[in-house]
């Protein structure tokens, strides 16, 4: 997803892949460093939250984080996800799963 905000506006959103069967889709983001702390990643998710309640096939956003990634944390839950589950990654270590219904 890009905003048109401009050049200087490095953030990153969409979903990982098509929504499975029961409608649960998973999504990723990110903002590139200079551009932290300043709410676009919470802004970013909250447009697609807006676009996947639009779409009929979307019953369930799905995110993982770092455990140590409270700054994502934080984006999801102003965005209304809950975490639901924790699991181990051989690459990433220990991650923390969040959904929200649509």
């Known amino acids: 997803m890009a905003d048109g905000a401009g050049p200087r506006d490095y953030r990153l959103i969409g979903y990982k892949l098509p929504p499975d069967s029961e409608g649960r889709i998973e999504i990723g983001y990110g903002v590139a460093g200079r551009r932290r702390r300043q709410g676009l990643g919470t802004q970013a998710v909250a447009a ?55």
Not at 62 to 68: H, I, Q, R, S
Not at 80 to 96: E, I, K, Y
Request: glycine fraction near 4%.
């Open 48 to 102: 697609l939250v807006r676009e996947a309640k639009a779409d009929a096939k979307i019953r369930l956003l799905y995110a993982e984080t770092a455990v140590m990634n409270e700054p994502s944390q934080k984006i999801l839950r102003a965005n209304g996800f809950h975490q639901s589950a924790t699991r181990q990654d051989a690459a990433d270590g220990a991650l923390l799963c969040w959904s929200r219904s649509v």
